[in-house]
């Protein structure tokens, strides 16, 4: 089995800067790609960003050009730096990993960090 352990969440007022961990502890034998969504309340979950392990990322469009997914994966981590940060971009923020942990390949999820953005 694996887990997924998120930091970093938090308040900031907006335009402010907020980065997110995410480590995958466990028996881990290979980790594809990893990634962040957010569920706001009310709203449905969505991708924020993901990025393989060949370090293709993929951004929403509402997040371009201001959030920055990176991945350690010596370390299993992956990192989403967020600037410019806005009311909307309150949620609970998860990470996901697909990865093996035994047979087969499968999403995981983290417990969730909060992230508020408000003057």
């Known amino acids: 089995q694996a887990q997924l352990v998120e930091s970093g969440g938090g308040k900031v007022q907006p335009g402010g800067s907020l980065r997110l961990s995410c480590t995958a502890s466990g028996s881990i034998f290979s980790i594809r790609t990893m990634g962040w969504y957010r569920q706001a309340p009310g709203k449905q979950r969505e991708l924020v960003a993901d990025i393989t392990s060949g370090g293709i990322t993929n951004y929403s469009d509402s997040v371009k050009g201001r959030f920055t997914i990176s991945r350690d994966n010596a370390k299993n981590t992956v990192y989403l730096q967020m600037n410019s940060l806005k009311p909307e971009d309150t949620a609970v923020y998860y990470c996901?990993?697909?990865?093996?942990?035994?047979?087969?390949?499968?999403?995981?999820w983290g417990q969730g960090t909060q992230v508020t953005v408000s003057s």
């Open positions: 996901n990993a697909y990865l093996r942990a035994a047979w087969n390949y499968q999403d995981y």
